[in-house]
């Protein structure tokens, strides 16, 4: 009866413990996981420097000194102006979202700038699509399926896992109608947030909207860049037939994503990447156009992927992200297209395999402290759970991301599960030692029996 007792107690405390770890697991998951994540990349350097083919093209506070913003379109046609025709870049990518004409500005600077991207076959804009519905259905069908036509892509989906094309998107912002007309090809811009603490760490590949995936921003240029637009997509992978590129996603509300490895900032930059200040592209145009000699000579743009997008005071994009408080967007862009140019992505380990990780430390730590004695048992387990860390800080290195703190804390809890009960154990077995032979024994020869 007492062996049932003992062996009830035990069950008993075991479910308890296996509650505990269910609950410390789901909030170290949810609040403790992503600050050591930040924290492994920033102090392990688990990053990766900028790709040379990549160039961004900022507009910052200079180029603020000499136009007052917002900027009239003329000006980003000058840019546009001076790739296309002076240069043998290999992509140009617009990191902002044009979805009205310049009511400000005569038609001129807008139909210059139309007209500059009508000329140059590798110009790629950037759209967002949106939650809200149009307020013109009508009219909103007629563009999707205009928007379709246009800038889709040959996606051939072979995923068996979920592959309900849900979408949370109900619209897209809308192009003028020139601007729509001059562009060839067009990339979404849309990230998201972790909703935890709103820091940015996956990338959006593929969105999912009205039964059809269209590519990001990134993605379009890696694909232009290649001369392809055909893609797989299966489980656990984009195939890029062309090139043979597997990028390991997954699927989250509808969207494909992966995650991002960033590339470490550059000296006394918030970039990662080499960047020059847009007025300095412009008035390189302007002097090419005179026949004089440039600020920036277009030779060092050849065969390069360029990102135009926007950094400057009080017109700043930026998103809070592993490495950056303020990381501008333009090289979040260039970051993603980084990882497709590189083949260097983060790949998380699976929940099943976290979930054995976790089950095995707990077993691991549970039967050291039964048969080893409390110093050694202490010692081992610190040592196990520095070991631990140690690995995961090589698996970050290596592009692979396991859990960290949740391991380790249901590790702690087990510690104190299986002492506490070690202790409770001994203390009964004790008990009984007493019991029986107290009747022999005098009471000065008994505590040194039970001692």
Known sequence: MKIFKIEGFFLKTILLHIFLVIIIAFVSINFWENPI?????????????????????????????????????????????????????????????????????????????????????????????????????????QYDDKFHRKFSIDVDDLSTRDNSRYSIYKSLTTFPDAYFDAQKYSGSVNLTLSPIDGVLREATDLISYNDNFYPSLALRAYLLANNTDKITLTNKYIIVDKTGLKIPVFKKNGDIKHNIKFCEQLPNSDVSHKSYSAIDIINSNRLLNEGKKPIINPSEFNNKIILVGANALGVEDVLETSISLKHPGVDIQATILDNFLNNQFFVKVSLWQNIAIIAFLCVLTFALIRFLAFIPSLILLISIAFLYIIICVLCFKNNIIPYVITPIAAQLSTMIFAYSYRFILEGRNKEKIKNAMGKYLSQDIMKNVVQ
């Open 37 to 141: 994540y930040d924290t492994i990349i920033n102090s392990s350097h688990a990053t990766m420097k900028g790709s040379k083919d990549i160039s961004l093209i900022i507009i910052d506070d200079k180029s603020l000194e000499s136009y007052r913003w917002p900027w009239a379109r003329s000006l980003y046609g000058e840019i546009f102006e001076y790739f296309n025709k002076y240069t043998n870049a290999k992509v140009l990518v617009f990191d902002s979202i044009l979805n009205s004409l310049d009511k400000e500005r005569s038609p001129e600077s807008d139909n210059y700038f139309f007209n500059t991207v009508s000329k140059t076959d590798n110009f790629i804009g950037g759209y967002m699509a949106l939650s809200s519905d149009y307020k013109d259905k009508d009219f909103g069908s």
